[in-house]
C-alpha cells in the first residue's frame, strides 16, 4: 500500500501524540508525515511548516489533516482542511456549538471527503461488548469519573478552563472536554449519536477552582427511546482513577471502563482490542473500511456540549468544602460520591452535595491485594499511558502493613517505571519496557516500536488474582501470550507477594528476549519481573546472602536479594528460575531477576518465573533476611513448583 501522506496540525500539546502515531505508522509503511502546522512548531522537525494549514495540505499533496488545536480553531481549520482536498482526523470535542458541528458538517457534504473525530474509545471492541454484557437491554447508565488536576492545568494555554476567549466559545470544561470520552461513550453504548437521539438535559455545573468553565458536574440525559445516562465528573480528587460506565439492566449490571477497554461483569474482567483512529481513516482511504467515529456519529455529544454552553455559568462550592494543597485543590470525597452518582442515576444536588462531601463510604471499583482486611497493594492498569510508556498492569501503590508506600510510579528519572511488575525491553524487536530502545553505535533512541501489554482476563482467586495478557506489539501483531497470578499472604510480621507469570510465543516461531546488555551496552541487563522503589527512601543498601552493596550483587545469581531503608525492607526470593540480579541503588533503587542478562533468550515453548517478595516495615538485618527468605521461599515452593527454591 502506498503510504498515506498527513500533516499535523498543532503539534504540542496532545499533538505530540499525534506525531508519535505517525511515526509508528510510518514505520509500518501506512503513513508519511508530510509536514507540521503550528505557530510555534517544536525544533528539529525534518518536514515543511506551516501556520497555514490549507496551504499546507496544498504544498504537501496531502490526503490527511490530523487537527489537534485548540477547540475554537476545529471547526475554521477542520472545514480548510477538506476544502484543500484532506481528509480530517479532528480531535475531540468537534466544536463548540452546534452551529459550528454544522459548519464541518456542511464541508463534509461539500467536499465528499472524510472527517473522523478523536474519540479514541469509540474505536474499541468494548463499546459493542457492552451493549450485550448484560444479556438483556441497557436501561440506564451511570457515569464515574475522578481525576486530579494541578493549578498548573489551568494556565496552561489562554483558553485552558475558559467557557469562552475574546468573544469566542471555547468550552473547556470537565464534561466538554477531559472527560468527553465518558459521555461520548455512553452516549455510543446507548446508540445516542444524533443531535436528535437526546431527549432532555439536567445539568448542574460547579467549580472549585476560579475558572469560568466546571471542574466538577452532573448531567443527566433522557434519550428518545427512553434511556437514561447520569454523569458525575470531577478534575477535585486527591488521586487519578479509572473513569467507567455503570451499567444498568433489569436484573444485572456492569461495568466498562472505557480508558482501558475493559468491561467487568461477575467480578471477572475482560479486555478488548482497540483500533487506532488514523490507522482506521487511512484503511478508509485506501481499502474502503467503514469510518469507526464518522462526524455524523458525534451529534448526540454536541448537542450535550451545546446545552452546557447555553447553561448559566457554574456555581463555585463554598471553601469550606474545597481542600487547598501546595500544587492543586482537592473536594474530599467526591470520588465516593461519583461512584453513588453511577450507582443510584442521581446528580450531585440530589445527593446533597456539596453538604455530603466526605460522608459517602462507597469505595472506587479497583483491583487490590489483601492481607486480612488489611489493603497493601492496588493493580492497576492506566488509561493515560502513551505508546513509549509500553503500557501495562502494574501494582502500585504496595505498602507495607504499617502503610509505607514502598514503590514509585513514572518518576522524573525513568517515567517508564511503573511499581512492580514485569518489562522487557526487546520481544521479536519490540520495547515493552519503555523509554528509549539501545542501538548498536547510537546508543540510547527514542523509537516507534513499543509495544503494550492488553488484558484478556482477570479473575479473582484465592487470596489474589489470575490474569491472561496478550503483549502486542506496535503493528497490533500479537508477539506473546502471558499467565500471571499475584497473591499475598501474611509471613513474620510482615507480608509476602507471590508473584508467577509464563510467557510463551504466538507468532509461530520462537520468542527472542533481549535486554539492551545483549546490544552492547554493558550492564543493562535489566528485563523481567521488575520493582521500582522510592527514590527518596533514607538508608538505602542492597545484600545477598555473599555480598553487599550495589556492585557487588548487580549480576551476582543467588536465591534471593534484600534492598532495604530506614523505613521498609524487600526482600526478593527467586522460587521458579535462577537469573542475575539487575540492580541500582545509587542512580535509582531497582530490583529485578534479569531474564537475558548478556545474551538473547530464545523461548521455543515457553518460560516461566516465579518470584516471592517479602515487604516489612523497618530494615531487615542479614541474618533475619535469610531467615525470611528460607520461610518465604519454602512457603511459595510448596504452593507452585516444589524443588525449585535453594536457600542462601
Given amino acids: 500500500m502506498r503510504p498515506v501522506k498527513v500533516v499535523v496540525a498543532g503539534a504540542n500539546g496532545y499533538g505530540r501524540h499525534h506525531l508519535q502515531n505517525v511515526r509508528r505508522l510510518a514505520a509500518a509503511g501506512r503513513a508519511e508525515l508530510a509536514g507540521v502546522c503550528d505557530i510555534r512548531p517544536p525544533a528539529g522537525l525534518d518536514v515543511p511548516v506551516s501556520a497555514d494549514l490549507a496551504a499546507l495540505v496544498g504544498e504537501t499533496g496531502a490526503e490527511v489533516a490530523v487537527v489537534a488545536t485548540p477547540i475554537h480553531t476545529h471547526a475554521p481549520l477542520a472545514a480548510a482542511a477538506l476544502r484543500a482536498g484532506a481528509h480530517v482526523l479532528l480531535e475531540k470535542p468537534p466544536a463548540p456549538s452546534v452551529g459550528e458541528f454544522e459548519t464541518i458538517s456542511a464541508a463534509v457534504a461539500e467536499t465528499g471527503l472524510s472527517c473522523q473525530v478523536g474519540f479514541q474509545s469509540l474505536g474499541s471492541d468494548a463499546i459493542a461488548a457492552a451493549r450485550e454484557v448484560l444479556g438483556e437491554p441497557v436501561r440506564a447508565i451511570g457515569v464515574a469519573g475522578a481525576w486530579t488536576r494541578p493549578l498548573a492545568y489551568y494556565t496552561r494555554s489562554a483558553w485552558a478552563g475558559r467557557r469562552r476567549l475574546d468573544g469566542v466559545d471555547v468550552m473547556d470544561g470537565a464534561l466538554t472536554n477531559p472527560f468527553a470520552h465518558a459521555v461520548a461513550s455512553a452516549l455510543a453504548v446507548a446508540g445516542a449519536d444524533t443531535v436528535d437521539s437526546v431527549g432532555g438535559i439536567e445539568l448542574e455545573l460547579y467549580r472549585a477552582n476560579a475558572i469560568e468553565s466546571d471542574d466538577t458536574s452532573s448531567a443527566r440525559l433522557r434519550l428518545a427511546d427512553g434511556t437514561v445516562i447520569a454523569i458525575t465528573v470531577s478534575l477535585c480528587s486527591g488521586r487519578r482513577t479509572e473513569p467507567y460506565l455503570h451499567l444498568h439492566g433489569e436484573t444485572r449490571s456492569a461495568r466498562l471502563f472505557y480508558t482501558l477497554d475493559e468491561i467487568e461483569a461477575g467480578g471477572v474482567r475482560t479486555g478488548f482490542a482497540r483500533t487506532d483512529l488514523l490507522g482506521n481513516l487511512i484503511a478508509h482511504i485506501r481499502d474502503g473500511a467503514d469510518l469507526l467515529v464518522p462526524l455524523a456519529r458525534t451529534g448526540g455529544f454536541t448537542r450535550l456540549l451545546d446545552a452546557i454552553r447555553r447553561a448559566p455559568e457554574p456555581r463555585p462550592v463554598g471553601g469550606r468544602y474545597v481542600r487547598a494543597e501546595p500544587s492543586r485543590l482537592v473536594l ?191 550492564g543493562a541487563g535489566y528485563g523481567g519481573f521488575f520493582w521500582r522503589a522510592p527514590k527518596d527512601s533514607a538508608g538505602l543498601a542492597v545484600f545477598t546472602a555473599e555480598a553487599s552493596g550495589e556492585e557487588a550483587v548487580h549480576g551476582s545469581v543467588t536465591p534471593w536479594l534484600a534492598l532495604t531503608s530506614d523505613a521498609w525492607s524487600l526482600l526478593f526470593v527467586q522460587t521458579t528460575g535462577l537469573d542475575p540480579w539487575f540492580v541500582r541503588v545509587a542512580e535509582y533503587p531497582g530490583v529485578g531477576p534479569a531474564l537475558a542478562w548478556d545474551e538473547p533468550l530464545a523461548v521455543p515453548d515457553r518460560v516461566d518465573r516465579a518470584i516471592t517478595v517479602v515487604v516489612a516495615d523497618g530494615r531487615l538485618a542479614p541474618g533475619r533476611a535469610r531467615d525470611l527468605a528460607a520461610e518465604a521461599g519454602t512457603a511459595a515452593m510448596r504452593e507452585e513448583n516444589p524443588g525449585t527454591f535453594r536457600a542462601g
Fill in 332 to 522: 474530599p470525597g467526591i470520588e465516593g460520591l461519583a461512584v453513588r452518582a453511577a450507582e443510584d442515576l442521581a446528580t450531585l444536588s440530589e445527593l446533597g452535595f456539596p453538604g455530603s462531601l466526605g460522608s459517602v463510604a462507597r469505595p472506587w471499583p479497583e483491583t487490590v491485594l489483601r492481607v486480612g482486611a488489611r489493603e497493601v497493594a492496588s493493580y492497576v492498569q492506566r488509561g493515560d499511558l502513551q505508546a513509549a510508556d509500553a503500557p501495562r498492569p502494574h501494582l502500585h501503590p504496595v505498602r507495607t502493613l504499617g502503610g509505607t508506600v514502598v514503590t514509585e510510579t513514572r518518576p522524573d528519572d525513568h517515567v517508564h517505571h511503573l511499581g512492580a511488575g514485569v518489562a522487557i525491553s526487546d520481544v521479536d524487536g519490540a520495547n515493552f519496557w519503555g523509554g528509549s530502545t539501545y542501538v548498536p553505535g547510537e546508543g540510547p533512541k527514542i523509537l516507534p516500536n513499543h509495544g503494550r501489554q492488553r488484558r484478556r482476563t482477570l479473575r479473582p482467586i484465592d487470596g489474589g488474582h489470575a490474569e491472561s495478557l496478550d503483549w502486542v506489539g506496535p503493528d497490533g501483531t500479537v508477539l506473546a501470550a502471558e499467565e500471571r497470578t499475584l497473591t499475598a499472604r501474611p509471613v513474620a510480621g510482615a507480608w509476602a507477594l507471590d508473584f508467577a507469570f509464563t510467557l510463551a510465543g504466538r507468532t509461530g516461531k520462537p520468542l527472542v528476549l533481549r535486554s539492551s546488555a545483549c546490544k552492547g551496552r554493558a
